[in-house]
């Protein structure tokens, strides 16, 4: 086959001219660096980065994490499957002439790449995401994992993920496992899919979320080597195709987090058809009602807890906490009889105080949003409540008691007692160090620094104080700062190294205080990701702060900026002068480092090993920053040792911080995240 008509092979299936012919040659010559590719087929530099990060979220070239990166073409195998299943509509042409391109394909002899070395990439757009899926389940030959709701579970099988997975001719020997959660409106639904099963020569495993835990999260995990994670976690059949956003990797740091959210899940689920079973039969409830009188069960419910000689343990909503203070005598009652308490429910800035009361009485944890209300008292009595108050009146009625469910079937509560006790366990203590404990009120982080460490002394001006080309900047409003990205999307903005520059995208800011066997310290991250229509182009960048003894005290401290725009960095460089972190400037490439705003959750991850202060290095791991609440638009400025000044606008959130570690998943409350989903940066020279 000669390279011309290798090159309208893959024109026909939908490659560019010079996509094709970066293809080509990085299938003929194998791993190449970008500016090698550029310089040998002719291709100015600027648009060889462009060619190959559309072929990498494409999933036809792989790169490498070592820098600088070397670029491969996965093998031509590989590409046709994917073009088949992505293009349904010319599925049947493409698979008539597979092996007649593949035969004529061999004569070019690409080199094999090496797929051992860790790489990374978000994938858009569902066609894309299904079928690299679908390549996974072909690939399978241990193992494969998938975590999804009924309704993406629907979805996947209108895809023919199932149907490979029963076509696999290794499907014997490979363990099939598949977590789902189960209500009553899905029976109909998995039913379907169960009778679609083959019954001979599959190894499925279907388990279904015990009561009270909930998918937060879809993946797919193949042979412990590679994953899919699904950045976006809705489960709407009628999203569009573009909603669809996912991280694949095969960083094992990466592969192993996800595994361990995984297993944790798979111990506290049930067989699928034995949880259709007792949803249809309501077996597990043969001692068990539902109480529809909401004074009956307000009134049972607070004599069981009168009651308790050993231990109550809860978990609520958010309010569900407020209320608990407001009936703080129940708690304070028992813990004087030597009763121990313990209570779970997401920390956000609207409950922090009243579980810092609480903490004085009782044990208090954050866990993520949407778990059932539940409370067990003595391992003996178990209350479960429906939706939690939505407002402040109904915290103080008894209207969250109506239609309460009440067991004291043994072996129900036992049961769902460990499942809370498991997330009693990875659930964190409300710090009091929160996010605005470390900005103050309003702010980034402090900026001004004294012998090499964070003072104490901000040199922060926010409101009217601040001054841009001698006047006085006003308060901003959500529209002001939205029409000024809007405008500088139509008229860029132009840097030389007199003038300013001005950057415009999302930042997240994420206090995380990890646990022991993370053998991390705490962490003050910034994420930053600008567009390109900033003054240097799109940027991703990541800032991060230890908590350290300095000459001031202990304060967070700057020791790491990761960032992968080159001519950023080198200001960057002149911006933090000064600074603890000037020294350890790390530039990566497109495929090491990624940040996606995707609605209203920030998403930011990382495949290379980041030196901190010493003894700690921060493995490869991702963020989550979610909003929630009501927006806050405010401005502040920074005033750098360096000379440079820093004006700071941004339409945000406070937010719920999830950081993915090799070890586990660590959930961070609502007091220790905040999401400037549209932030505007104006730096200034000296």
Same mark, same amino acid.
Do not use: C, W
């Given at each position: 086959m000669s390279q011309e008509k290798a090159l309208k092979t893959l024109e026909s299936l939908g490659f560019t001219q010079l996509d094709a012919k970066v293809y080509v040659f990085l299938a003929k010559k194998g791993p190449q660096k970008a500016g090698d590719v550029a310089k040998c087929l002719k291709i100015p530099k600027q648009s060889i980065y462009f060619i190959i990060r559309h072929l990498q979220n494409d999933g036809i070239v792989t790169s490498t994490v070592e820098r600088p990166a070397r670029f491969s073409a996965v093998p031509f195998e590989k590409v046709l499957d994917l073009f088949v299943n992505a293009k349904m509509e010319e599925a049947k042409q493409i698979q008539r002439n597979k092996e007649e391109i593949l035969s004529d394909w061999q004569s070019i002899t690409p080199t094999e790449t090496d797929e051992a070395t860790p790489k990374f990439a978000v994938l858009e757009g569902r066609n894309t995401i299904f079928s690299k899926i679908q390549q996974m389940v072909k690939q399978t030959k241990k193992h494969l994992l998938t975590m999804m709701a009924v309704p993406n579970l629907v979805r996947a099988e209108q895809f023919g993920l199932f149907d490979?997975?029963?076509?696999? =001719?290794?499907?014997?020997?490979?363990?099939?496992? +598949?977590?789902?959660? +189960?209500?009553?409106?899905?029976?109909?639904?998995?039913?379907?899919?169960?009778k679609r099963t083959p019954k001979l020569g599959l190894g499925l495993e279907i388990r279904? +979320?015990?009561l009270g835990l909930k998918l937060n999260s879809r993946m797919i995990i193949r042979d412990y080597e590679e994953a899919i994670f699904f950045i976006n976690r809705g489960a709407d059949l009628q999203a569009t195709e573009k909603d669809d956003v996912c991280l694949w990797t095969n960083c094992k740091s990466l592969v192993d987090s996800f595994t361990a959210v995984f297993e944790d899940l798979w111990r506290n689920s049930t067989d699928i058809e034995k949880k259709i079973t007792e949803i249809e039969t309501g077996k597990q409830t043969q001692k068990a009602y539902v109480i529809g009188d /909401?004074?009956?069960?307000?009134? &049972?419910y607070h004599e069981a807890m009168r009651s308790a000689k050993e231990e109550i343990v809860m978990i609520t909503s958010s309010r569900g906490l407020i209320a608990c203070l407001?009936?703080?005598?129940?708690? *304070?009652?028992?813990?004087k009889r030597g009763v121990s308490v313990k209570i779970m429910a997401p920390i956000t800035s609207e409950n922090l105080d009243a579980s810092q009361q609480l903490l004085q009485c009782c044990e208090v944890r954050h866990v993520p949003t949407g778990y059932l209300g539940t409370t067990i008292i003595d391992g003996q009595h178990l209350f479960q409540f429906k939706n939690p108050p939505p407002d402040e009146?109904? +915290? *103080?009625?008894?209207?969250?008691?109506?239609? /309460?469910?009440? /067991?004291?079937?043994?072996?129900?509560?036992? &049961?769902?007692?460990? @499942?809370?006790?498991d997330i009693w366990k990875n659930a964190q203590v409300p710090s009091a160090i929160t996010l605005e404990s470390i900005n103050g009120p309003g702010g980034s982080a402090n900026a001004s620094f004294s012998d090499g460490a964070l003072s104490? #002394?901000?040199?922060?001006? /926010?409101?009217?104080?601040?001054?841009?080309?001698? &006047?006085?900047? #006003?308060? =901003?409003?959500?529209?002001?700062?939205?029409?000024?990205?809007?405008n500088a999307q139509k008229h860029p903005p132009s840097?030389?190294? &007199?003038?300013?520059?001005?950057? !415009?995208?999302?930042?997240?800011?994420?206090?995380?205080? =990890?646990?022991?066997? !993370?053998?991390?310290?705490? @962490?003050?991250?910034?994420?930053?990701?600008?567009?390109?229509?900033?003054?240097?182009?799109?940027?991703?960048?990541?800032?991060?702060?230890l908590l350290h003894e300095t000459s001031n005290g202990y304060d967070y401290v700057p020791v790491a900026f990761v960032g992968d725009n080159p001519e950023a960095i080198d200001l960057w460089k002149k911006v933090f002068?000064? @600074?603890p972190m000037e020294q350890n400037f790390l530039l990566v490439k497109k495929d090491e480092l990624q940040i996606r705003m995707h609605g209203n959750t920030l998403f930011a991850g990382w495949t290379v090993q980041i030196p901190l202060l010493p003894p700690y290095t921060l493995p490869p791991a991702f963020i989550l920053i979610e909003a929630y609440g009501r927006v806050k638009t405010g401005i502040f400025a920074l005033n750098l040792p360096s000379g440079y000044k820093l004006i700071n606008e941004c339409n945000g959130f406070e937010a719920f911080v999830t950081f993915f570690h090799s070890s586990s998943k660590y959930s961070g409350p609502g007091t220790d995240g905040f999401l400037a989903r549209d932030a505007i940066q104006t730096v200034y020279p000296p």
């Open positions: 490979a997975a029963f076509a696999h =001719p290794m499907r014997n020997s490979i363990q099939f496992r +598949l977590l789902t959660e +189960l209500s009553e409106q899905d029976i109909d639904a998995v039913r379907n899919l169960l279904a +979320l015990d /909401t004074e009956t069960a307000h009134r &049972k407001k009936g703080s005598s129940l708690v *304070r009652d028992s813990t009146e109904a +915290l *103080r009625s008894i209207s969250y008691f109506e239609n /309460t469910f009440y /067991t004291n079937d043994s072996e129900y509560v036992t &049961k769902t007692k460990n @499942m809370l006790n104490k #002394a901000v040199k922060k001006i /926010t409101g009217p104080m601040l001054i841009e080309n001698g &006047k006085p900047l #006003a308060e =901003p409003t959500e529209k002001d700062i939205l029409n000024k990205i809007i840097v030389s190294s &007199k003038d300013i520059a001005r950057m !415009f995208g999302s930042v997240g800011q994420a206090v995380i205080h =990890p646990p022991d066997y !993370f053998n991390l310290p705490d @962490m003050l991250i910034h994420i930053i990701h600008y567009e390109k229509h900033s003054s240097y182009g799109a940027e991703d960048s990541i800032i991060i702060m002068a000064g @600074m």
